[in-house]
């Protein structure tokens, strides 16, 4: 495996297809190498490869997203031409679906429990509400919500209830 520096030792002599070489095996052990994504980049740049080093860049990016450089980088990609799609590449790139559920413990909330529950709707795949014994009317209000409802009356401990429903 190339170190960094010898990375960029390959990219200064435009061994192009040598560099996407090493970065794709890098990547396949680690894939949150922003810097490697980076590398990945300008060899595809050099390869005449922009869709696959824009698609690189930006992944660089998105886990560098303070990066200094991406404005540089992507006004090299738009000099090339936008190349083939490079198989390998693209399996790396690509991110399995996680499910992401948000858990809402609460008790009397019906001030707040619809607008809390419209917050969330679009940005996770379910919503369980977890009610630890209210009185007012919050469970009434969530019951056409599409959102499941759990109760845990039992608990005294609101971290007890918690723990107990994120294991369901």
Known sequence: MKTL?????????????KVRSVCVEILHKDRLNARIWSFLGQAMVGLGNGNMARLCF??????????????????DVDKVGPGQGDKQVLKLIQVPK??????????NSERTIVSCIEALRDTVDEIIVVDTGSSDSALDLVKDLNVRVNTSHGYRIFRSSKLCHLAR
């Open 98 to 107: 996680v499910k992401v559920t948000a858990t809402i413990l609460t008790k």
């Open 58 to 75: 930006k992944r660089a990016w998105l886990l560098d997203p303070f990066a200094t450089w991406i404005e540089r980088a992507l006004a």
């Open 5 to 17: 520096d010898e990375i960029i030792v390959l990219l200064q002599n435009r061994q192009f297809l």
